[in-house]
């Protein structure tokens, strides 16, 4: 005899099912579902997720093993393996995605006034990929070396929560660099990213929709100082200048002043972290 609520369905009820509603509506999820629902197969997902089951066999076992508290749950379907397949190979992923979007909303507003390690009123983010090896006879799609299949994720975290507020799916071939013109900017956040990502075309294209980056420089930065600013060495600012690019392809990339620290970390021992980032100066007296 069911009592009480069980721990995934006190978590489901979070969720704003009015909104999911919305996204099904959207792209039409239920056109041809007779009994396995777009909410069934959700359910489905993120039971997978929180369980953390590896497989459609493993979340048929495990689910068919409570039968009995699935529709309590909220399940009105039968689960099966080859179910949850045509579901995944048939309805619209973008369903799931705008709905990530809506509880990626949510969590952000919650974690707003979060504090962080440093004294900043705007959104921070950072960005960056990680590879994903994959046997080469099973993703021949997937390429990455002659004998190695991979793909690369690429993740733009809000770190007032941490949250994952945008994910892109690629070949191992993509290079980082080339996300920056997938990558959404909000106007006044930071972007934190890793020297691959340095090409200045990209970035003053963030710098134009009015956002900032930092990012570490590479050894073989060319570029001239204009002035220095006063700089804190308590906190192991070394250099504090506004430089200019000098050579012809990173001038015309990005023709205005950048802002270059030189800051020695803990962990460092020798003159080896530049950092950039775009600011608005005002003209010179």
Known sequence: MHSGKTVIKQLL??????????????????????KFSTYDQFLCLAYAQIAGRESLRDIETCLNSHKEKLYHIGFRGDVSRTTLADAN???????????GQVLIGSAQRLYQSESIAIELKQTLYAFDSTTIDLCLSLFPWAEFRK??????????????????TWI??????????????EMPVTKDAFYAMDKGYIDFARLYAIHQQGAFFVIRAKDNLKCKRLYSQPKNKA????????????????????????????LLTKSETNDSCFSLTTLKYPQRR
């Open 235 to 262: 906190a192991g600012i070394r250099a504090d200048h506004v430089i200019t690019l000098i050579t012809q392809k990173s001038k015309k990339g990005y023709p205005e002043r950048l802002r270059r620290v030189s």
């Open 13 to 34: 009820e979070y969720l704003p099912r009015y909104e999911f509603n919305l996204c099904v509506n959207r792209y039409r999820g239920e056109h041809w579902a007779k």
């Open 89 to 99: 190979e048939r309805r619209d992923w973008r369903i799931f995605q705008d709905f």
């Open 168 to 181: 892109a799916i690629t070949t191992g071939k993509v290079h980082d660099v080339r996300m920056l013109d």
């Open 147 to 164: 004998a190695k299949a991979a793909v690369k994720i690429h993740t733009l975290i809000d770190l007032r929560g941490p949250i994952p």
